[in-house]
């Protein structure tokens, strides 16, 4: 298994500014590694509601989160403002691999690295299911 | 007592951009009661950073929280961005109370408006200590 | 205002046990002012889904946290074991307000004392509603 | 990659209680992927602190997280208790990599499945530390 490494700005296609908070730091001042996966999840939720039309507890079809992963490089500590890239890694018929890199604001290569993998589910029946049409054209954009 | 209303924007001397996060919406699609001490810890403290001089976990005298109170008047959701106004409801020697309103994009009133106090003690004894100097010309810039 | 002071363990009526984690403690060794209030959510949700009968995201009125408060006398912190109490402090016909009591395992006394206010909804149309009368039997159940 | 499967609890050596919290379930009524590290660092250092004598916030040797990942195979929901299993998955001279299974009451199989390796760092320099001998010694029984 290759070592993993930082990951340059023109790795991602689509770009989040986002605010750390007081309670993101841990008891060494940095902040802890739980909450890179609230950040993950924030901005891969916001490009489905802003491009997908996801309606989050509306939806028929939702995407469950059945793995994640996070390399961490150097830290990052409240009040950093961060800047978020995104991209697909993954794009199957039934669920998506994302990834998502954490910059600070001068940084030219991610502090952090996740990958997260959504399997589309139907809720009603709960189960595995194509990813819905207007979903699947945005993760398309997202690719090109 | 009487009952508490929604708070105009011009009661606030200073204003935080703050972006809500998926996590902060529970299982009823609004962001839960609890998140917004944590967007009231956040702009305090940053603004304690940038105004105050702070630097957590090294200041000798450090702000405890000993109370804090919210009243929510309309939900808030994630993806709402979010605008968090600052002023001092009761400076004292020892101890600060801050009043905190969460504003929507459109609102004219706040959302929920919150209320902590910040008493000041020597973390190496514990004991209740005065406002230090530097924080105390923020938090009297504040009020003007 | 009378000065609030901790709270002994013989005002409640009810007592859970709850783990804290380590994302409680914030950068000075201590549970967050903020995650105080995600404990109270935890036992007084609890009790309304083991006496009330209450199921999230099914029931068609459910209780939206309009206030809430916290006192805190003196500083936990995980990997502590709490105790929390709970009791009914005012019960009107459309509205609840709880006290939360929080305790270590050698304390008399609490160590924090929050309260907050459930305005109960009828989701469908967003208008204020009864209590249910499950909700409301085990309510006065906890008062006796 | 061989696909990754549910552990049977015999894999694990250790085990923790773990209550869920309101906060941990998300809009589709299951805790939220992220919550799972915040509860995996929660008995790691659990078993740091009780076993292997750290101090948080006053060791002068710490691990800090470098890489995390999570498999979840059945959802669990708030009010669940939980029980965690821990063992040690890869023991270096400056690392250690541990693995944790989530399991509830009735389930013979983890519902989900974690990984996380700290790697220790003295805090004075910044620079990669052999694994203090007190924790080197915990480690070592857990192994075993």
Redesign the interface.
């Known amino acids: 298994m290759p070592h ?1 490494t930082p990951a340059p700005r023109e790795r991602f296609s689509q770009f989040y ?7 993101d ?6 902040a ?4 890179y ?3 993950f ?2 901005v891969v ?2 490009f489905l ?2 491009h997908g039309g996801m309606q ?2 509306r939806d028929p079809v ?1 995407g ?9 490089f150097s ?1 990052v500590s ?2 950093d403002e961060l800047r978020l890239g995104l991209r697909i890694d993954r794009l199957g018929s039934k669920s998506v691999t994302w990834e998502i890199g954490v910059f600070t604001a001068a940084a030219a290569e991610s502090c952090a690295t996740g990958r ?1 993998t959504h399997a589309f589910v139907d ?1 009603a029946t709960g189960r595995s299911a194509q990813i819905p049409p207007k979903i699947r054209a945005a993760l398309e954009g997202l690719q090109r």
Chains 1, 2, 3, 4 share one sequence.
């Open positions: 993993p500014d986002l605010t750390t908070r007081w309670a730091n841990d008891i060494y001042g940095h802890n590694n739980v909450v996966y609230a950040w999840d924030s939720n916001r509601i802003e989050p507890g939702v469950y989160v059945v793995a994640s992963s996070c390399d961490y830290p409240y009040p997260f809720r």
